[in-house]
């Protein structure tokens, strides 16, 4: 059940990325499903720091990967730390999806791993679209780090429909929700 909603999110997710783009992902379920679901003639640079999303890009016949090195951090299998940070910075993406622990519109997103927070703070920084990718059950959940305020996200992906009412804040607040 829960595979099958984060399949849905991917499969919502795959017409954003566009040939050539250079698109950067920060790690967990979802993202892995998004992997997987990349159309084999798409081509584009990949560019990430988790391991799992790694392994599966490099399945990709045509998805070249640039990988974000630093310490492991083995909770999240995502490297972490000052020169993942500083590669990221390097880099300016078309988009960043990133993985969602929690979302809400008031608090923002938020995460449970503060080195993890970094990353996707620095992702978020170098990219021209953000893209929040969040099963249903995260919606309105907070966690102790603040890693941004949702109104720096350009779209939400969710296995709802966008007209849904959980979604309405999220809409209010100018996010393309799909």
């Not at 954003?16 to 159309?39: N, R, S």
């Not at 990709?60 to 640039?66: F, R």
């Not at 939400?156 to 799909?178: A, F, H, S």
Request: with cysteine; proline share 5%; hydrophobic share 45%.
């Amino acid at each position: 059940m829960l595979t099958r909603r984060k399949k849905l999110i991917a499969r919502k997710a795959i017409p954003l990325i566009q040939q050539d783009m250079f698109v950067t992902t920060t790690g967990g379920t979802t993202l892995i499903e998004l992997a997987k679901a990349l159309p084999a003639a798409l081509k584009a640079t990949f560019i990430s720091g988790s391991i799992p999303v790694i392994m599966e890009y490099t399945y990709h016949p045509n998805i070249d990967v640039i990988v974000i090195g630093d310490k492991v951090s083995k909770n999240s299998k995502i490297t972490v730390g000052g020169d993942a940070i500083t590669k990221i910075r390097q880099i300016k993406s078309d988009l960043c999806f990133l993985g969602v622990n929690a979302i809400d519109a008031e608090h923002g997103i938020t995460d449970n791993d503060w080195d993890v927070v970094q990353v996707k703070r620095a992702m978020i920084e170098s990219a021209q679209k953000v893209v929040c990718l969040s099963i249903a059950e995260k919606i309105n959940t907070c966690q102790p780090f603040h890693v941004f305020p949702v109104e720096e996200i350009d779209i939400l992906i969710t296995e709802l429909d966008p007209d849904d009412p959980l979604l309405e804040p999220y809409r209010k607040k100018g996010i393309q929700v799909i």
